[in-house]
């Protein structure tokens, strides 16, 4: 009996490593490296028709005058182009890291809810396919800006609907996801990691999703008033009825604070796990990493109204509101110094994840200073929705989240595929991006300094020369990414190029460069033993 039991025990073992093929490989998927790769993929497919909304509101405002689009197309354009980015391209992508790599950092064969996992991102397919759809409803797409503020939802045709019922979806997706991450990281490490010995990249996350779950259903409060307001009768938001439109302002920016760093936080774990590899050097003073983490999370939640400073606020409150959000820079500040003092003195070198990574604490700076001047509300009310807002929110997500993104891929690319992309393909990405960002947001900042308003689909002839310069520096920064597609993502993908080692980058630590690469479809079986550091297996 025993030996039949054995037989059958290995049969089983060894049919487990056979992994599923064809198209119920990734419809059914509940392994979570195939759901990583379904996440980034989706995130990529979304930031390609976010940036093709963003070129052609780059195209319209090439030169004065009204061009391609009328105003209301351009108002639906620049609201689309924000849902898409932030819910479709940027959340997805940091979901997909989570997936492909907290299991394989922590020592875990899997997430905890592989079923879970495998809904949570199918519910995204519909949500997208609905808000890119709108755009052919009658009236077109929402056009009340991202932040969809009453009164304008209020007035929108149905697509406002879709886009409510969209945003919803999306909500329970990350919720669902967040629950996920939260489990496998407190129940699932490998005997010996305790919560202190676990890499960056998983810390940020565990904070990020607490974050998720305490704000999604803010959100989903707010739109659903907006919901009712508009065909059950209620009067939430309408003045006509009694309602206050500024309330909406305050739940959106209860939510949508924290959400600022829900997109950053995951960015701050990846850069953390760069950076020490190509400095061959431990992280500087890791333990104030975390707790300034934890302070950041904790403090976006007392900050929301410094983006109503020109609401009627009372006096006290702006007072209250710009020291918080001051104060807020100084657990930053702290991630910024212990990454250039993990760089001092480090033997470092400049591979493509590094540059990506040093690109993103001189830009993500850059960013954070313009947002540390909004926060002085006397600054802030002149600045109020012009062009140097655009500009300090594009430096913090694109050259924050997006920059921190790319590090990532690259650095883990040979993990993922098993082969190595071409550092000189990188290279060629990391600069033509770098340049051709600058080129688009830095003229932003002086628009605005200048007076001009943002959404606005016409401007006087004094803004042209900066217009002009931003939208050619616009396109550059989009065939940029296609070019990254092209010549990195899909040779990997194909397995083209030299085959990856098991440990690519020297300096790299952590339980994912135990594995081979390609890392194989089940890992970690049974849980590692660690070492004291935690960082490697032994025996």
């Known amino acids: 009996m025993s030996a039949v039991l054995d037989h059958h025990d290995a049969h089983g073992h060894d049919h487990d490593h056979h992994a599923p093929t064809g198209w119920r490989r990734w419809v059914f998927a509940t392994n979570h490296k195939d759901i990583g790769t379904l996440y980034l ?66 020592g875990a064969s899997d997430m905890a809810f592989a079923r879970m996992n495998n ?3 199918w519910l ?71 919560l202190m010995k676990m890499p960056m990249f998983c810390w940020t996350w565990l904070i990020t999703a607490y974050l998720l779950i305490a704000v999604m259903p803010v959100l989903a409060g707010a739109i659903t008033m907006t919901l009712t307001d508009r065909h059950f009768g209620t009067a939430f938001f309408n003045p006509a009825g009694g309602g206050d439109p500024v309330m909406y302002q305050h739940i959106f920016w209860f939510f949508g604070h924290p959400e600022v760093y829900i997109m950053i936080l995951p960015a701050f774990g990846i850069v953390s796990q760069v950076v020490p590899a190509f400095a061959r050097k431990k992280l500087f003073g890791y333990a104030s990493m975390v707790y300034a983490t934890g302070s950041i999370a904790i403090l976006s939640f007392v900050v929301w109204a410094h983006h109503m400073f020109t609401t009627g606020m009372p006096v006290t409150g702006q007072l209250f509101f710009m020291y918080s959000t001051m104060l807020i820079a100084v657990p930053t500040g702290v991630k910024i110094f212990n ?76 993990k993922w595929t098993g082969v190595m992309y071409s550092e000189t393909r990188g290279k060629i990405h990391f600069w033509w991006s770098m340049i051709s960002f600058n080129i688009t947001f830095f003229p932003m900042h002086f628009l605005g300094l200048a007076g001009m308003p943002r959404r606005y689909a016409d401007y006087p002839m004094q803004f042209a020369d900066f217009n002009m310069i931003a939208s050619i520096g616009a396109f550059g920064f989009g065939f940029a990414q296609v070019y990254f597609f092209l010549a990195v993502v899909l040779p990997a993908m194909r397995g083209k190029g030299e085959k990856a080692v098991q440990k690519p980058w020297e300096g790299a630590e952590g339980l994912e460069w135990e594995v081979p690469s390609p890392a194989p479809f089940h890992t970690f079986e049974n849980p590692p033993k660690l070492d004291a550091t935690a960082t490697r297996v032994v025996g």
């Open 339 to 414: 990454w250039i003092a993990t760089m001092w003195k480090g033997e470092m070198t400049f591979e493509t994840p590094m540059l990506w990574a040093v690109g993103f604490i001189f830009v993500f700076t850059m960013g954070g200073f313009t947002g540390l001047i909004l926060s002085v509300a006397p600054i802030d009310i002149q600045m109020q929705d012009t062009y140097y807002v655009v500009a300090h929110f594009h430096y913090v997500l694109v050259a924050g989240s997006l920059f921190a993104m790319f590090a990532g891929i690259y650095y883990w690319l040979p």
């Open 41 to 106: 993929l989706f995130s990529f497919a979304m930031l390609m028709v976010g940036g093709l909304l963003a070129l052609g509101i780059r195209a319209e405002l090439f030169q004065p005058g009204l061009q391609l689009v009328n105003p209301e197309l351009f108002n639906q354009l620049t609201t689309m182009h924000g849902l898409i980015m932030v819910f479709g391209a940027i959340m997805p992508a940091f979901v997909g890291f989570a997936n492909w790599m907290i299991p394989l950092q922590i």
């Open 119 to 121: 809904l949570s991102f």
């Open 124 to 194: 995204m397919i519909p949500a997208a396919l609905m808000l890119v759809g709108s755009f052919f409803m009658p009236g077109g797409a929402p056009a009340a800006g991202w932040t969809l503020y009453a009164p304008l939802t209020l007035q929108m045709g149905p697509s406002m609907d879709a886009g409510i019922f969209a945003m919803h979806i999306l909500g329970a997706s990350s919720i669902m996801g967040s629950i996920n991450i939260i489990v496998t990281i407190l129940n699932m490490r490998a005997p010996g990691m305790t």
